[in-house]
Structures are given as C-alpha cells and as structure tokens.
C-alpha cells in the first residue's frame, strides 16, 4: 500500500493537520482534567499518623471524585473518540497528584502514574456500556484509568507523606490536586 492510500496515515495527517489549525487560530487544545480540593481543618493534636495519613486520602478522594465529574474529562474523551475507531491508534496520559503543604515549607509532593488506551480496551468498554458511541465508551475507559491512576501514583507517594507527617506538615491547611492528561500516541 502506498503512502497517498494508507488510510491509517491520512487518518493521522487529518488528525495533525485538526490541531494545528485549531492552535493557528488561537483556540485552546484542552488536553487536561483537573480537580482541586483544599482542606483547612487543623487534625487532633494527638491524632495518630494514620488518621493523619486518612485524612489526607480523604482530600485525595475528594479531589478524585471532582476531576471524575468535570466536563473537561468528556472534551477528552470525545476528542479522542477515534482511539476505538483505528485498530492500531492509541493514547497515552499521565494521572499526577500533588499535594501541597500550604502553611508548611516542605515542598509539594508530587506522583505520577502514566496510562494507554489500546483499542481493545475501548471494544470491552463498548460491550459494557451496550452503545456504540465512542465517547462514551472512551469516557468510561478514561474514568476507569484515572482510577487506577490514581492507586498507583499514591502508592508511590504514600512514604513521602509519611514523611511529611513526621514533619508536622499536615498540621495546618492542605490542597490535593488530581490531573489527568492525555496525548495521542505517535
């Protein structure tokens, strides 16, 4: 097959082609979700390290559950809907999650876990939900990768914060922040 008649390749220049007029002509790609969530209340003096290490969980899964719910996660999955369309395009993202110390000066502590999204992974989503509509199907995947995005990165950050807590850090206001970002694959 020739490089004019592959479709997978005009499918691609179509694809760059999208974006670059779209950033020509001054509009924001939006390539990220986020939530944010601050909790001002000081823990127990006597609390335990592991109802601090709770309540900072606490924030995460708040935190979690807003960047779930925001309607930059469905721009996402909806500009990435083809993903489920081409059997051998896929995506790539990263879930970060920092958290922020605000009346401490140790430095954030930040976790990143990165994703892909295969094809397959779309099909099975497509027998789940029971429609053919990519971007649901593709929202569902996203959500389910956040998810476990976020298990990993925390994994990652759990001695880290442990840390902190010995610190005293928590010991005033903390911001957790959760993104999820997401790129087609080269």
Partial sequence: MSYRTNPDRILDNIDRARNRD?????????RQAMGRELD???????????ERTKRIFSILERSYTKAAQRTELGRLASRFQAVGDIHHHHARG???ISIQYMDHERYDDVGVSPFEIRPYEIADAKKETKTSRAD???LKVL?????????AAWQKLEPRVKDAIRDRADMGAVQVQ???DLRPAE
Avoid: C, F, H, W
Avoid at 22 to 30: F, P, Q, T
Avoid at 40 to 50: E, N, R
Avoid at 144 to 151: D, F, N, T
């Fill in 40 to 50: 001002s209340q000081m823990p127990d003096l006597d609390a335990t390290t592991t």
């Fill in 136 to 138: 649901v199907n593709a």
């Fill in 178 to 180: 959760v993104t999820v």
């Fill in 22 to 30: 779209a950033e020509s002509a001054g509009l924001y790609v939006e």
């Fill in 143 to 151: 959500r389910k990768e956040l998810r476990s995005g976020i298990l």
């Fill in 94 to 96: 990263d879930v970060s």
